[in-house]
């Protein structure tokens, strides 16, 4: 294993041995190839570049303490860009393809598969993108699929712990018929500005509200959100999230605990009477939420009142890391060992 400080790490980029890729042209995906230059030789031309027709997605891989490595639900990040490739009209990656790959180049890249005790895990990220050269608005005809890794620091340096969050209407990170249920880099430009404006303001992240009518909760940042009270997990509903797939596995194992799950439209109003809330998403599984504040109305929706996450949050938090490292039941099927 590489010499590495993993617990160190941050969400940064660190070097790793190969990556893999895999072209399509003339209506069909080729052979996969094991690469190791970080740099892509691309025209100057193509439609990524010019057009935003660029996809992604993240998924992570975990050194288990059974000497195993599982990656986490890797079938439904295949579904997921299929459906991105649907919404922006690229070619689908199939299935058997992306599991190969991924696999691929977690094995190539074992060394830098970090220590279950660092916390640490290796990050894998899928890259869709269109490189025809052409200067008319169409899509592609020729694409190009690869997988890189990278490892990545523990979310929570110092423990499971909340943070607070901000309510921002000035902008949208994307509208109602747009293509926010879709992984495309455009939506993550259109979210840069309220994002800095939230850390400026001392705040983790920012808040969305529905772009249409400014009431309901949308995503916060590149995370979903859920709220927790009598015994229910509630998830908003909306046209303009992307399907998280740790919202999905969270929802399940509330289903599992008997508690009621609910996705539908969640007033801002709401917000009031939950007992504890969360973001969720693949970086940290849940980052628990202690207050959002609504600059606008100056209310404050307090979560936690001693900056301590809430006991469902916890229990939800620790139970999916425990299946991600094969240390907890994994009923559902949701692992797959790549290194075992
Ligand atoms: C990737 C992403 C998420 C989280 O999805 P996971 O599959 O749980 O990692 C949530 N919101 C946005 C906007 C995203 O891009």
Redesign the pocket.
Known sequence: MKDIDWSGLSFGYVPTDYNVRCCYNNGKWGEIEVCSDEYLKLHMAATCLHYGQEAFE??KAFRCPDGKVRVFRMD??AA?LQSTCRGIMMPEVPTELFCEMVKKVVRLNQEYIPTYESGASLYIRPLLIGTTAQVGVHPATEYMFLIFVTPVGPYFKGGFSTNPYVIIRDYD?SAPLGT?VY?VGG??AASLKANAIAHEKGYACEFYLDAKEKKYMD?CG???FFGIKNNTYVTPKSTS??P????KSLMQLARDYGMTVEQRQIPEEELETFEEAGA????AVISPISYIDDLDTGKRYVFSKDGQPGPISRKLYEHLRGIQYGTEEDRHGWTTVVIG
């Open positions: 993240g998924l439904e990040n997921r990170r926010g992984k939506n993550y995503e590149a995370a979903n999230i992307l998280s797939i740790t919202n969720c998403g693949t970086a």
